[in-house]
């Protein structure tokens, strides 16, 4: 049968693997596909590079913008990452009437909406498997395996490079900056980390899923996003003994508020019971848990970056295409599952209505009162206390740790809580306020 | 738009979670599947329950060959169960131009090749997403998230009766008939649990997997099917200082054997080191590990029976089969990805064949030379010894329990060497022989 003709984007990292590794799998692939699948051309500034990878058995050229405008290619695969470019390319391919295949979570967070209305108005897919934990088929998961539910909330360990640093510090009890370091020098963190460790990564691909799971459109600037870089090393301690492993979390659930139906967005370091699955989930793998009403949780655990994994996402998204390139567009499966009119019905919920428990360590000064004084101002916020400990002041130390776990609360009731604990004069720093999830 | 019509052949637990959980989700799956599905007619031989859950909401009868010769039906969900009249009727739903959703692994794995045969002819699609670990979407991440990858092997716990009771073992020291009489007391095991407990559950599903993965027909009765009824406790206790959790496993691996492919098919009680997620997976919980050449280990965990997890594999069955209904045939998924020609090429090995390593268990005289003449034994078989603990004997004792655990060998050595430790005089009972799997 006649092969369809793929565009590839970028030959780096993820270009090369998914170069390879169709060409090593390609009759296995073939006969998923139904019919033969060839990258007829790559575009990439490193024509060298370009070269060398495709050694003759593709196209090379130095011009993305004239590949995405061949009329001999079906499929466009973005691999160049970044919103620049990338969108111009990818808003091209679909003008032009290619399927787009992309590992791009920035653009569709940022730019999603726009580009999967253009799709939809032209009659083409744009895939993006690749773009959320990596190999992980965690898009396919939530968009067909559970079709049936109404998903509740989805938690992921979707950011390798911060799983790994949080992985190292509890196992060795190091600082951030100590870890972050030895990340750059193993390739597990770039040399501007920025993204990763700040949690925008993360937020990228949260926002992705939230649009999956529940039918509203991509809302990148309304996630809260906390990284992990002003985490201390004593609090991953204080959580160990509690019973908790912290996390870097992304969190996206549907709740009522005030009668209305409204999502939370959000990515935090986040304490979760060291008995559940995902708190064992250590290195740089990704693993991202999903709540359904009918199933309820369903874990999904692998590799989220790296050449391989990535391509693989990339060509089980290909192999998607190639099958429904000739169905009636309205027989695919929808981009997103999109609900119109869900937007009004369902907005982004502010962080300060977020539901959730809170781990809060305190520095006070060792003197009778203090308790009594801190917990009087929990209770007026109505928030209770579900645990605490209190280290033993060492030998001649006038200050110790107080920390508590709370039961479930709102977060402007933690704020104002914490506002008026800092202002007690018996409290010598800020409070550090680390959120929780049972996640079962 | 006109709404898809189900015919529902059996409204026990399964059919009734499938009636209700597609009525309280209606507008979310409609959206997803494109059209409505509605279950327009029930067929069971208790009409009474049939017309308490259907409550005047489809027709009942307890005609079931009827209702697959209705004409008004479009896909007929099979959940009777067993080999006999479920056989007979998905056969005649085919025939008739049916499509067909069932969660019968037992039909599948013994008669799949038969039924995909005649649905192939017909063009009618077969989808069993139900069939293999509940509510876990892992025919469709295996089938449709994976396809860039040549699969290695899978490795999963498929069945959670028999978790369950492994997990009691542990965590209670108790024998095997005791968790079985409080599995059977809190619902987890059946009143005849012999299908579970021996292991032959998991096969049918291992089975189904292996086909998926290989694109090799079904070959249940080349398995080899060992369960958990004879399993003691001190094993489990000794894996445990080890470093291993015992689970039932379902493995199948492709494997080279005299240069020429050939497929591993087993169901045993295994040892995995502790530190793989997948043995920390407790209690009647499902979990399936595939090994991709491209993305490496993903790994699927939840619920793997149950009403409305198995109801949630087999709505999105349904609206798979709703999306594709109206699409050419060649371009839908295939249901096995079965590569013509596969049999002859890649056959299941025979147990003797399988590699893998072992744990054993002597219980020896406590006197000089047992040691040495047993490590000979097993030296000129070509086993190598990679750990071993020697029980101390208790006050006034005169044996102990020797424990091993080898290096990767043959399972004809290992029996050959057993045979010849066990005609030693100072080797006073059966030695106990367990399989171990790294799986990372």
Redesign the interface.
């Known amino acids: 049968m006649k092969p369809i003709n793929v565009g590839l984007l970028g030959i780096g990292t993820v270009g090369g693997?998914t170069f390879s590794?169709?060409s090593?799998?390609e009759a296995?692939?073939t006969?998923?596909?139904?019919r033969p699948i060839r990258i007829t051309k790559v575009a990439d500034k490193n024509l060298e590079l370009a070269r060398q990878v495709t050694a003759g058995r593709a196209e090379v050229t130095d011009d993305a913008f004239a590949l995405v405008a061949d009329p001999d290619i079906d499929i466009v695969v973005e691999l160049i990452g970044g919103y620049g470019v990338a969108r111009e390319l990818v808003m091209q391919a679909i003008a032009n009437g290619k399927h787009v295949v992309t590992a791009n979570k920035a653009l569709l967070a940022v730019h999603g909406n726009e580009i999967f209305s253009a799709a939809h108005e032209k009659g083409v897919m744009v895939a993006f498997?690749a773009a959320v934990a990596g190999?992980?088929?965690i898009v396919?998961?939530v968009?067909?395996?559970?079709?049936?539910?109404?998903i509740q909330w989805i938690a992921g360990i979707i950011n390798g490079t911060t799983n790994f640093i949080l992985s190292e510090m509890r196992d060795k009890g190091l600082s951030f900056d100590v870890v972050l370091k030895e990340a750059q020098r193993l390739g597990y963190a770039e040399a501007d980390p920025t993204f990763d460790i700040e949690g925008v990564d993360a937020a990228h691909k949260i926002t992705i899923l939230s649009a999956l799971a529940f039918?509203i459109p991509m809302q990148f600037d309304k996630a809260h996003i906390e990284g992990i870089s002003q985490l201390d090393p004593d609090d991953i301690k204080y959580a160990e003994q509690l019973g908790y492993r912290i996390k870097l979390l992304g969190i996206t659930r549907r709740r009522q508020m005030n009668g209305k139906a409204g999502v939370e967005l959000r990515v935090h370091p986040t304490l979760i019971p060291t008995r559940r699955?995902i708190a064992?989930?250590e290195g740089a793998m990704n693993a991202v848990l999903v709540q359904?009403?009918?199933?309820?949780?369903?874990?999904?655990?692998?590799?989220g970056a790296g050449a391989?994994?990535t391509?693989?996402?990339?060509?089980?998204d290909l192999?998607?295409v190639t099958?429904?390139h000739?169905?009636?567009p309205?027989?695919?499966?929808?981009h997103l599952?999109f609900?119109p009119g869900a937007v009004e019905d369902t907005p982004i919920l502010p962080l300060a209505e977020v539901e959730t428990s809170y781990y809060l360590r305190l520095r006070v000064e060792d003197k009778p009162g203090v308790l009594a004084d801190i917990t009087r101002i929990l209770a007026d916020q109505e928030i209770s206390i579900d645990a605490m400990i209190q280290r033993e002041p060492e030998e001649g130390e006038s200050q110790t740790d107080i920390i508590m776990l709370t039961h479930l609360t709102h977060e402007k009731n933690v704020d104002a809580a914490i506002a008026k604990i800092e202002a007690l004069p018996v409290v010598k720093k800020q409070v550090i306020r680390l959120r929780m999830e049972e996640l079962g």
């Not at 968009?143 to 109404?150: I, M, V, Y």
Request: glycine share 12%.
């Open positions: 693997g590794v169709l090593r799998n296995e692939i006969r998923r596909a139904g498997e190999g992980i088929p396919k998961a968009r067909e395996g559970l079709t049936a539910n109404r039918g699955l064992n989930v359904g009403d009918a199933v309820g949780a369903t874990l999904y655990y692998g590799k391989e994994p391509a693989s996402a990339v060509i089980a192999v998607d099958r429904m000739t169905a009636d309205e027989h695919r499966v929808p599952a609900q």
